[in-house]
């Protein structure tokens, strides 16, 4: 993480990198388990799992999934099993053949300087990593040893294939690149275009860009059936506000992904009170192709009920400076208050939408007042 080392303070530190904002605390209240984190691990725990042989059938994913540690420890286990198995082949070769004593000049041994196991375990290292140090060495005197010479290997080349895949697998996985990926702290519900929207800012650290982009988002509740079957994780579908039709983004620079909050959104009926009081959860993921690697990655965090700020919305992070756009990422997460409803959006619909608050004059307004404020004094004189 940057933050350790230095590169950002730490109060702007969230799930992968984001601001941490005085918000309003809600009242802490007993809620369901979260199911996916912050940082975007899943919170399930995989129990009575009978069919533990499955896991064997794909050794290479499960030797990646595994911890550092323990892969190391395998493979170490594996070189040494090796190297035992074969010097023990090797013992036995030179025992068959009379190797272990000495015997006159015209004796030629299946394999030169062997006198007891530790030479035979020496000579067993030697030949699987192609180190030869010209003191022993195989003859044609014995077809058991050229075959075992063969074989040895070709186990010994199988072993550091599967351990350079995986050690490749390992330091190259896609959740490396996801930890640049950043999202706000908070989600916020605000007005937008006339209408009431779930809005949260999404971006990328690196120069380095991630190619076809896309945003999902679920919400994740619990619900019953007509039949009274309870789904303790229901995962619904929240459709996004994206003109060109898709969920793909062009992630250059921090962006604020909209959710029209409609008669099909999981929302609708939720007003800022209701919303607080429901143990619902909102996953969002982003996915897309590393451009220097060309891995897929994918990105993941959640927002509870407590976590999204009604009536607020993200401050600008972009600005233009010397011909080129600066962004400033200490504002990333950062809101401002704007006036909106506090009723649902069905409620809103049914009585005529922002203009029954006369919201959309108090907005623009509040817009040209902060564009005002921006603006330098010295700029100001001179215009004047």
């Excluded at 082949?89 to 000495?102: K, N, Q, Y």
Aim: glycine content about 6%; overall charge neutral.
């Amino acid at each position: 993480m940057l933050s350790r080392k230095g590169l950002i303070p730490e109060d702007y530190v969230l799930t992968r990198l984001a601001e941490d904002v005085l918000q309003p605390r809600f009242k802490t209240r007993q809620r369901k388990a979260r199911f996916v984190a912050k940082n975007g691990t899943c919170n399930v725990a995989h129990t009575n799992i009978r069919e533990q042989g499955r896991f064997l059938q794909d050794v290479f994913t499960t030797l990646v999934d595994l911890k550092w540690l323990h892969t190391l420890i395998i493979f170490t286990m594996s070189f040494l099993c090796s190297w035992l198995l074969f010097g023990m082949v090797w013992w036995l070769i030179a025992f068959a053949h009379g190797d272990l004593h000495e015997k006159g000049d015209d004796f030629v041994p299946c394999v030169t300087s062997i006198h007891s196991f530790s030479s035979a375990f020496l000579f067993s290292i030697e030949v699987q990593v192609t180190i030869g140090f010209g003191g022993r060495m195989i003859t044609e005197e014995c077809v058991s040893a050229v075959i075992t010479l063969i074989l040895q290997n070709i186990v010994g080349l199988v072993i550091n294939a599967i351990m350079l895949g995986c050690i490749f697998m390992k330091t190259a996985q896609a959740h490396r690149r996801a930890e640049t990926l950043i999202f706000s702290k908070h989600a916020v519900i605000a007005p937008r275009n006339d209408k009431l929207c779930f809005m949260i800012r999404i971006g990328d650290l690196r120069k380095s860009m991630i190619i076809s982009a896309a945003v999902r988002m679920q919400v994740v509740r619990r619900t019953t059936t007509q039949e009274g079957e309870v789904i303790p994780l229901d995962q619904i579908d929240i459709q996004m506000d994206n003109p060109i039709g898709t969920n793909g983004i062009f992630l250059v620079s921090p962006l604020i992904i909209s959710h029209i909050i409609d008669k099909n959104s999981p929302l609708y009926e939720l007003s800022a009170a209701e919303l607080q009081r429901e143990d619902i959860e909102v996953i969002v993921v982003l996915e897309g192709v590393v451009e220097t690697t060309g891995i897929t990655t994918q990105a993941r965090t959640s927002y509870l009920s407590e976590e999204i700020l009604w009536g607020q919305r993200f401050v600008p992070t972009v600005s233009e400076d010397d011909g080129m756009y600066a962004v400033d990422y200490s504002k990333f997460g950062k809101t401002v208050k704007v006036p909106t409803p506090t009723c649902s959006a069905k409620q809103l619909l049914e009585e005529g939408g922002l203009s029954r608050y006369g919201l959309r004059e108090s907005l623009q307004k509040e817009s040209v007042r902060r564009r005002q404020q921006a603006v330098p004094a010295a700029e100001l004189g001179g215009t004047e």
